[in-house]
């Protein structure tokens, strides 16, 4: 069965610091991993995801994250944060097998301080 | 902003009472996929709906069903509603069923039981 962990509920990270939220999975055969963030009363935005390649992935915004297969992880960093980057952060993972469903992470809370 | 819209916003149903949701679809995709993201939880998969055929259900009972149209919008209806059916609704959708293709999310419709 396909799972999300995201260790964290939150993150407090001071403006201009770097930041990672961290996201590991369980999955059978190749996942497909995405990264979505969502602002208070709003639907989820899509950040970046890893297919295939690279293990480094850039998205939006200056994110990026970093994939490693040995350990099944998948850290959402950023080199400099933002106050505007306050957000609930989702990891999810999609099964090569099973194609219709997206399993989501229970969330991470950022908090950028001033 | 994406391209997917959902309506309502919000809703208020009394418990046993029976509602519909719809969303409609960013330009080109023909896939959409509806979520439950209950108070401080990520998204719950509840079912996908490709080319008007259901492709793929989560954990949800047969209360739930949905419908797609030849315009690829689609609507959510819940029957005997139950007060634990409070929660956010979002639609998503996408260009294909599944693999590495990323969902793009609506607003989200807030559903309130009573």
């Known amino acids: 069965a396909q799972s999300v962990a995201q260790p964290e509920d939150q993150v407090n990270v001071a403006e201009g610091n770097p930041l990672t939220v961290k996201c590991t999975y369980s999955v059978s055969g190749n996942p497909y991993l995405f990264w979505y963030v969502q602002y208070p009363n709003r639907g989820l935005q899509f950040l970046l995801k890893?297919?295939?390649?690279?293990?480094l992935v850039k998205g939006s915004y200056g994110f990026e994250a970093e994939f490693n297969k040995s350990q099944t992880s998948f850290h959402l960093k950023k080199p400099s944060a933002l106050v505007s980057d306050s957000a609930l952060y989702f990891c999810?993972?999609?099964?090569?097998?099973?194609?219709?469903?997206?399993?989501f992470g229970s969330g991470t809370r950022l908090s950028i301080r001033p | 902003e994406t391209g997917v819209t959902q309506s309502p916003t919000h809703l208020i149903k009394t418990r046993g009472q029976q509602v519909t949701l719809r969303c409609s679809s960013q330009s080109g995709h023909n896939t959409v996929s509806w979520y439950q993201q209950a108070l401080g939880q990520g998204p719950q998969f509840i079912f996908q709906?490709?080319?008007?055929?259901?492709?793929g259900r989560g954990n949800f009972p047969p209360r739930f069903s949905g419908l797609q149209f030849p315009n690829y919008s689609s609507e959510l209806n819940v029957n005997a509603l139950e007060l634990d059916d409070s929660a956010l609704y979002l639609c998503?959708?996408?260009?294909?069923?599944?693999?590495?293709?990323?969902?793009?999310f609506g607003q989200g419709t807030r559903l309130t039981v009573v």
């Open positions: 890893y297919i295939t390649g690279d293990n």
């Open positions: 709906y490709y080319r008007e055929e259901e492709n």
């Open positions: 999810a993972v999609r099964a090569y097998s099973s194609a219709s469903k997206i399993i």
């Open positions: 998503a959708s996408s260009s294909y069923r599944g693999g590495n293709t990323e969902a793009f």
